[in-house]
């Protein structure tokens, strides 16, 4: 998505990337636990589970955490987390989509409340925004996975929808339906992605200035911080002189 990567190179550079890395690998432990539990504990043979230990493998989570996530779904004392989408507005009217796995909806909806109201937007009601995304596959691989002539070659090749490479990397977007397909046939060509994941593009995007910039880092980096949120989709656009000013 762009603007996404922007955002992310900017949280880079701010260092906020290396901080709380256990909470980190606590809401990659869970997603790998609820998708092992909703289908069998074989990634093979279960793509929600398979994109979750991809994630967690590209964060460099160790295999022995990844196995305990998914055994824990065999076992009948786990907690009963609830998949919760919230949709509202940030600064400078950015759409944003977060997305949760709670077992407490009460806490989780006052704290992501809380968020937007503190940090210059407001809560929406459901379909409030996600009408202007499409829910479609992404596949992520880093920069090193080739130039954008071979990538995008290679994704033309496996049937993807569209590609969009920049210095950062590159994200191939495709159908839900043969997202996993997809994913195969790249990784022959190009190795194992980063990410494999369902995502929300949006059909516009809305450029914002330096101003709403720096509130609307402030709001993402606040859902993000809590243990519920695992994943927040905008349709954010920041220009690299915003990003560099932020920097």
């Given at each position: ?6 955002f992310k190179?900017?949280?880079?550079r ?12 606590s809401?990659?432990?869970r997603?790998i636990t609820?998708?092992?539990?909703m ?5 093979d043979?279960?793509p929600?589970?398979?994109a ?16 305990r ?9 786990t ?5 919760i989408?919230?949709?509202?507005f940030g600064p400078?009217g ?6 949760a ?7 989780t ?17 459901s379909?409030?925004v996600?009408h202007g995304?499409?829910?479609l ?12 002539d071979?990538?995008l ?5 496996a049937?993807?929808?569209?590609v969009?490479?920049?210095?950062d ?13 997809v994913?195969?046939?790249?990784e022959?060509q ?22 709403d ?5 402030k ?29």
């Amino acid at each position: 998505m762009a603007g996404h990567s922007k955002f992310k190179n900017i949280m880079h550079r701010k260092g906020a990337q290396d901080k709380k890395r256990s909470a980190m690998f606590s809401k990659l432990s869970r997603e790998i636990t609820v998708a092992a539990k909703m289908g069998l504990p074989d990634p093979d043979m279960n793509p929600r589970l398979r994109a979750a230990v991809l994630a967690a493998k590209a964060q460099s989570m160790p295999k022995d955490n990844i196995q305990r996530a998914i055994d824990k779904a065999s076992t009948g004392d786990t907690e009963a987390y609830e998949e919760i989408r919230y949709e509202g507005f940030g600064p400078g009217g950015v759409a944003l989509i977060v997305e949760a796995l709670s077992d407490n909806r009460n806490r989780t909806a006052t704290n992501v409340r809380t968020a937007f109201s503190k940090n210059g937007g407001n809560l929406g009601a459901s379909g409030s925004v996600s009408h202007g995304f499409e829910r479609l596959g992404l596949i992520e691989y880093g920069a090193t996975a080739g130039d954008a002539d071979k990538v995008l070659e290679a994704a033309i090749e496996a049937g993807a929808d569209d590609v969009e490479s920049d210095e950062d990397g590159h994200r191939i977007w495709t159908g839900i339906e043969g997202m996993h397909e997809v994913a195969k046939a790249l990784e022959a060509q190009l190795g194992e992605a980063q990410a494999v994941k369902l995502a929300w593009k949006p059909s516009t995007e809305v450029e914002v200035g330096a101003d709403d910039a720096a509130s609307l880092i402030k709001l993402i980096d606040t859902l993000e911080d809590d243990d519920d949120v695992q994943t927040v989709w905008g349709n954010y656009e920041i220009s690299d002189e915003v990003a560099e000013s932020l920097a």
